[in-house]
């Protein structure tokens, strides 16, 4: 099967693309320009990178590099993160052509997962929704970069 490629749309002024699934999810087999971040809120997942299959549970992470082909089968709660190849620019990171590597267990790992944890909850909490989104997607980023 051939991988589809997706066009990801940046909302406001998050420099990111943040979706929530829940339920079944299935999304196919398709690559894109931007990396992005899984965060499985509950549940159980089959994730297929770049022909590497993973399974993925409750309060597991990962980080699917830009470009690779993937897919996403299961049931649960799922955050998923673009993160905006534009807004890393901005200080002089190509984060399209770097391959990142968040190594399970580590300080960054659960730094990263403390946040998108925070993310997940942060859609319509408190009068700055968006804000407080901003913060965490820009904290991720200090992370990764």
Do not use: C
């Not at 909302?11 to 979706?19: D, F, Q, S, T, V």
């Not at 620019?89 to 300080?107: A, H």
């Amino acid at each position: 099967m051939r991988a589809a490629f997706e066009t990801v749309k940046f909302k406001g002024n998050i420099p990111a693309n943040i979706e929530r699934h829940s339920g079944q999810i299935e999304i196919s087999l398709h690559w894109h320009k931007e990396p992005e971040l899984l965060y499985l809120i509950d549940g159980t997942l089959a994730l297929t990178v770049s022909e590497k299959e993973y399974l993925l549970e409750t309060d597991d992470v990962f980080l699917i590099n830009s470009q690779a082909n993937h897919q996403i089968t299961g049931n649960g709660r799922l955050l998923l993160v673009h993160l905006s190849e534009d807004y890393a620019k901005k200080f002089g990171y190509d984060i399209t052509s770097t391959d990142f590597e968040l190594i399970k267990g580590s300080s960054a790992e659960d730094e990263i997962r403390s946040l998108l944890w925070q993310l997940s909850k942060s859609q319509s909490k408190g009068d700055y929704p968006e804000l407080l989104q901003y913060s965490l997607v820009t904290d991720i980023f200090r992370v990764l970069l």
